[in-house]
Every structure is written in structure tokens, then in C-alpha cells.
């Protein structure tokens, strides 16, 4: 289990997160929702300290983190247990799709190098890039791309994966094919938080809904209480602009 309490950020005088505690038990799949600039990259940032908060406690299962105090052993003590997938790939230039996988267990995780190999090219193949290891980042599609950086996830075994908008980079038609990966992952009992728009994603895949606005969790629930029938006026406001859509993955 992850809870995150109090969570506040600030980036000068905008005040991002103003008091955001969040849950997540084991094997949850949450997705968030909200307009830019709500604060829900920064939140998933703050979890995994590439931005360190300004006040706020984060727990995982029984160890208790005060994050703006979070020392070097603590914050890598996380992630090892927290995967981060981001929108952009942020893979390694000058590394090749197997070596980006095994960087994590190498750095991170202490693992020699003839183990981190197995292991990366063993998660490779599941994301369906075993004839890709040998090539680098400039070699492959966004979508080819995002698979490694999910092969690269997968295979640190979170505790919880954190995905930032995972799709949002990617080519309309490669949108599903990433989003049928994301389920497979689910599928392994692995926790998510997931940041994106995709909304028939959100109801098909996600056991609860936070609907974040103006730094706050507005309101949260199960999709079908958020999407059919939410309680505060502002989150129905943000989705009767959208369209409702039929879902269009196969998941």
C-alpha cells in the first residue's frame, strides 16, 4: 500500500499542490484526471522525489517518509519499490533498448551485469521488442520507445508503477497498442497510478478515479461514481466537455 498525506508544492509563488493525500492499496489501478496544470505530474513527481516537496508524509506499507527531510538512503530505498513511465521515454541515448532496461537493476538495485542482462531481455520479449534490444532510442518508434520504458519498469519489481501520461507523446494509432500493454501490466497485480486523458481507459481499466483541479483532489471515487454520477459541481463541469466516446482499445 501507498498513502501520500498533506502533500504541498510550490515552484516560487505557484502554490501546485495545496494539500493533496492520496491511497492506493495493493494491486489498485487509479488513474487521475484534471485539466493542465492541477498539479498531477508534480504529485506523481513528488512520490518518486524527482521533485521534492515541500511538506508531506508518504508511506509504503510500514515505512513512513517525511519528504521535504527524505534523506539519500530513503530516496533511493523508493525507488527502488516505485517505477516511474514518463511521457517522453527518458531513455539513455547512448545506450540500446537492452541496456536501458538494465541500468535500473544495475544502478539502483546493485545487480551484476549478467543478471540485469537476463532479466532486461526477458521483459524485452514481453513488451514484444526482443528483436529491438540491440538498438538505441534514435532506432526505434515513440511506440517502441514507450515499450522499452515499460519493459524498463516492469522489471525494477515495484511495488507500484507510476505512469505520466504514457500516451500523450505517441501517435494516434499507437495510442491503443500502449494502453493494451499498460492492462498486461495490471494484469500482473503490480499497483498503477496513472495520469492521462484517455477517458475509455480510465473506465474500463481503473478501480478508482481522483479527479484533480487547482492543486486539490476535487473528488475521488469508482469510475462509475465519477464518470455517471459525480458529486461536485467542478468535476462534472470538466467532463461535460468531453465527449463520450465508445471504448476504442481492445482491453
Known sequence: MIELRNIKKSFGKNEVLKDVSVSVNDSDVVVILGPSGSGKTTLLRCINFLEKADSGILKVNRDVINLKNAGKKEIQDIRKRVSFVFQHYNLFA????????????????????????????????????????????????????????????VAMDPEVILFDEPTSALDPELVGDILNLIKKVARKGIAMIVVTHEMSFAQEVANKVIFMDGGYVVEEGRPEDIFIHPKEERTRAFLSKIVPLEPMYNI
Open 94 to 153: 547512448n545506450k540500446t533498448a537492452i541496456e536501458n532496461v538494465a541500468e535500473g537493476l544495475i544502478v539502483t538495485k546493485k545487480m551484476k551485469k549478467t543478471e540485469a542482462i537476463k532479466i532486461a531481455a526477458e521483459h524485452l520479449e514481453w513488451v514484444g521488442l526482443s528483436d529491438r534490444k540491440d538498438f538505441y532510442p534514435s532506432e526505434l518508434s515513440g511506440g517502441q520507445q514507450q515499450r522499452v520504458g515499460i519493459a524498463r519498469a
